[in-house]
């Protein structure tokens, strides 16, 4: 079975500020994808980043990056230059990827408030 | 290009109600899931579909609840009857591929009374 923590449940940064949200994750499979999403308080989820458990470079989408680290089971997501509209829930995920289709694990995520 | 797109986005209904909730995902997609979110289990995988087939529905509740997916461009998911405890927010999101992204539509904010 696959698990995802995320341990911090909100966060204050100021607008401007790197933050660094925090992941972990655990499974038996050797094919996982990691996602990163964002739900503001519209409710949507949006997609924001990937990581392929075999990608051997960190995946980067403009201010968003994920600091992938296998070996410790995390794959934390950071946000440079923060902004006011950055502020959402952040939702870990997972899913395997040497099988067929699979759904998404998720975390519990982590409530962002970015301060002006 | 049009995202996942559901339907009602808000619906409230009585207790023992039938409800049926919609999703059309992404053209080319070939995998759709359905969601649902909670205060207290956060988001959970029901059910999900892969070329039109159901693969795994070990997520769905109980026997109240049942999807299909017709064809490549409709899916529902069915609640027959509600009770209050159903109450949550229901995603369909879609993906291309065993390791594609997926993409999720906006919602049914769903209130039974």
């Known amino acids: 079975a696959q698990k995802i923590t995320q341990t911090q449940p909100g966060m204050f940064v100021q607008e401007k500020e790197a933050v660094t949200l925090d992941c972990t994750y655990d499974?038996?499979?050797?094919?996982?994808?990691l996602f990163w999403y964002k739900q503001p308080s519209s409710g949507e989820m949006i997609f924001l980043i990937y990581?392929?458990?075999?990608?051997?470079q960190n995946a980067t989408e403009g201010r968003y990056s994920l600091n992938f680290q296998k070996a410790r089971k995390s794959a934390n997501l950071v946000i440079s230059a923060s902004q006011l509209g950055d502020s959402a829930m952040y939702f870990c995920?997972?899913?395997?990827?040497?099988?067929?289709?699979?759904?998404?694990?998720f975390g519990k995520g982590t409530h962002l408030i970015i301060q002006p | 290009d049009a995202g996942v797109i559901q339907s009602p986005r808000h619906e409230v209904t009585e207790m023992g109600q039938e409800v049926t909730l919609r999703c059309k995902p992404i053209?080319?997609?070939?995998?759709l899931f359905w969601y649902r979110q909670t205060m207290m289990r956060g988001l959970e995988l029901l059910i999900y579909?892969?070329?039109?087939?159901?693969?795994?529905d070990s997520g769905m509740p109980e026997d109240r609840f049942s999807a299909k997916m017709p064809n490549a461009s409709f899916s529902t998911l069915k609640i027959q009857p509600s009770e209050p405890r159903d109450s949550a927010v229901y995603f369909c999101a879609s993906s291309f591929g065993q390791a594609g992204t997926q993409y999720f539509g906006p919602g049914t904010r769903l209130l039974v009374l």
């Open positions: 499974t038996s499979d050797p094919s996982y994808g």
């Open positions: 995920a997972m899913r395997d990827i040497g099988g067929g289709a699979d759904g998404l694990t």
């Open positions: 053209s080319g997609h070939n995998s």
């Open positions: 990581q392929g458990s075999y990608d051997q």
């Open positions: 579909f892969n070329n039109n087939v159901p693969i795994d």
